[in-house]
């Protein structure tokens, strides 16, 4: 089934202390070595370790 790139939605869960910072300063991903005081990771490190290391191909519509 084709995906809709128009239509399609991109969510970020964040908690809730980071979201005036987030709000202030935007988001940033990790390698873009951006660091902010205080910022508070929600995500399992085991996990994002295995993120890390996943190759995600694109959609072939894409680009």
Known sequence: MPVNLNTLGVFRIIHINNLKSDLSNGLYCKSANKTTAGYISIGSQDV??????????????YM
Request: aromatic share 0%; net charge positive; glycine share 0%.
């Open 48 to 61: 994002i370790s295995k993120r890390d290391t996943k190759i995600v191909k694109c959609h072939p519509d």
